[in-house]
């Protein structure tokens, strides 16, 4: 079987905890890319829900 390096790492890269607003470690940011697509922590997930603009 031929694993695909360049796949890994894209994959690491998008599963790195890291906030794309904040740019804090979080394990809630994990969380959220799975539930909405976005890599936002908790609570600015809970900021852009409030304050869409």
């Known amino acids: ?7 890994n790492k894209i ?9 794309d607003e904040c740019k804090k470690i979080d394990n809630s ?4 890319l799975i539930l909405t697509g ?5 609570s600015c997930r809970i900021s852009k829900t409030l304050f869409p603009i």
């Open 1 to 7: 079987m031929i694993e695909d390096i360049d796949k």
């Open 11 to 19: 994959i690491e890269k998008e599963l790195d905890n890291i906030c």
């Open 29 to 32: 940011v994990t969380e959220n």
């Open 38 to 42: 976005f890599k936002l922590c908790k």
